[in-house]
């Protein structure tokens, strides 16, 4: 990967959107070049694919939560229990295993506090080796992900 392939790295992650013929002025290039550039960077896995970011507020998910999650044991199958598990909750946005206090970072989209209080007794809580969730509420995001035009 050399300095172009990171020009267009950098301008396709602020723009998914942009044609391919805007992408090439802007990276100093001619349109060929540069589309063979990014078939190759996807080819290659580095850009893995374009997606549309949906406002959660428009999908009836105004409020967000972090949940870190302890398991009880970090034996290889309970953690692939819950790694099974948690991805099938259509709440969680994000998982991240993470090292500190815990041992998953959990962000968590759903309608209000009545939602998450019941996603988390009832679903969140129940998940194969859960020791202990601490919840964190979102009260103002100072930055969003990017968007991808």
């Given amino acids: 990967m050399d300095d172009v392939d990171r020009s ?5 992650d602020k723009d998914g959107r942009i044609s391919n013929a ?11 070049p540069c589309l063979r550039r990014v078939r ?11 997606r549309a970011t949906i406002d959660p507020a428009a ?16 034996a290889r199958a309970d953690v692939v229990a819950f790694e099974r598990a948690v991805v099938q909750l259509p709440e969680v946005a994000q998982s991240h295993h993470v090292t500190g206090n815990y041992d998953y970072l959990l962000q968590v989209e759903v309608a209000d506090l009545p939602a998450y209080e019941d996603f988390h ?4 809580a129940s998940l194969p ?12 995001t100072l930055m969003a992900e990017r968007p991808n035009g």
């Fill in 8 to 12: 267009i790295l950098a301008v396709l």
């Fill in 22 to 32: 805007e992408l090439a002025d802007r990276v100093g290039l001619s349109p060929s």
């Fill in 40 to 50: 190759r960077l996807e080819e290659a896995g580095v850009i893995r694919g374009y």
């Fill in 59 to 74: 999908l009836g998910r105004s409020l967000r939560v972090f949940a870190g999650v302890r398991l009880i044991r970090h």
């Fill in 121 to 124: 007794a009832n679903r969140l």
């Fill in 129 to 140: 080796g859960v020791a202990a969730v601490t919840s964190y509420v979102t009260m103002k």
